[in-house]
């Protein structure tokens, strides 16, 4: 099974500023790229627990006494560490988004490169997939989500014909979807308007934003202090969550101040923004759109 090489390996790894004998948490395992580093830098004493809801990257696992690794979306983090006797952490590393893997696996459905069926689970035990959001989703559903996580200005004029060609047959698969929306094409454009529309479809059967707020709280509870995160996001919208997280310990809105009127916030960000190379975007196109932010718990 061919996974690609894993996004900012080294910076991100190196963000967590890792104790040989501390314990990490690697929320996205995928092909292993991430955890592997990180045990190489643990001592005997280190411990290691990884998180992916794809049953595909079990045939990753690593056979290592200090590594474990736990078939769940990682929203639930809290609940399973606790399951494994663990209360906090030294350090917890995401690597979000789709792995490489997934895109290039025709039938998951997460490419616009392919036919396939309108799937796109991260996790074959998700109830809804994208044929139940194209297929069974009412017109404001479909304009909330083109609107919210596709940034689709054209959101209502999207949904609306969605509606009208299921209304002949069911939107089964990829050339069917693309068919019913060809007007909306332009070739100049088609691959980038494409790629929003699955995004769209993609962060609403994954609950990616919501799963993403859940687990940054939990993150923080789960942290020891001087404990650090380290998130790689591919997309705005996940970026900002990130960020404001980061920067504030809130989603919105602004924290309190102190007496003397500086900020209350759980996290000191380090370092600025890192972006991949020019090296690593030639070699790995998922680099492409990256971007590393890391934090320590006060």
């Not at 104790?19 to 643990?42: A, C, M, N, Q, W």
């Not at 689970?121 to 919210?148: C, H, P, T």
């Not at 689709?152 to 004029?157: E, F, Q, T, V, Y």
């Not at 202090?225 to 989603?251: A, C, P, Q």
């Amino acid at each position: 099974m061919e996974y690609h090489n894993p996004v900012l390996l080294k910076s991100s790894v190196d963000g967590l500023d890792i104790k040989p004998d501390g314990v990490y948490v690697d929320v996205t395992f995928g092909g292993g790229g991430h955890s592997r580093e990180i045990l190489s830098r643990l001592g005997s004493n280190g411990k290691l627990f990884a998180f992916d809801q794809d049953e595909d990257a079990l045939a990753n696992s690593i056979d290592d006494e200090r590594f474990v690794l736990i078939n769940e979306n990682f929203r639930y983090i809290k609940r399973f560490l606790r399951f494994h006797g663990v209360q906090k952490v030294d350090g917890i590393l995401a690597d979000l988004g789709v792995s490489s893997h997934q895109f290039d696996v025709a039938e998951r459905g997460f490419s616009t490169r392919f036919d396939a069926e309108l799937d796109m689970r991260m996790s074959r035990k998700n109830a809804l997939s994208a044929y139940g959001v194209v297929n069974e989703y009412d017109a404001e559903n479909l304009k909330r989500i083109f609107l919210e996580f596709g940034e689709l200005k054209n959101a209502p004029a999207l949904a609306r014909v969605i509606i009208e060609a299921r209304e002949h047959r069911p939107i089964k698969n990829t050339e069917q979807l693309k068919f019913a929306l060809e007007r909306f094409l332009p070739p100049h454009k088609s691959n980038k308007i494409l790629a929003q529309i699955y995004q769209a479809i993609r962060i609403e059967v994954n609950q990616e934003m919501e799963v993403l707020r859940e687990f940054l709280e939990q993150a923080l509870d789960i942290l020891k202090v001087g404990g650090r995160l380290s998130v790689i996001s591919y997309h705005s919208l996940e970026d900002r969550l990130v960020k404001r997280y980061l920067k504030n310990g809130m989603f919105e809105g602004e924290p309190e101040r102190d007496l003397y009127g500086n900020y209350n916030v759980p996290f000191k960000v380090i370092g600025k923004l890192i972006v991949p190379d020019e090296f690593e975007i030639k070699t790995n196109n998922r680099a492409r759109s990256a971007k590393l932010r890391i934090a320590e718990k006060l």
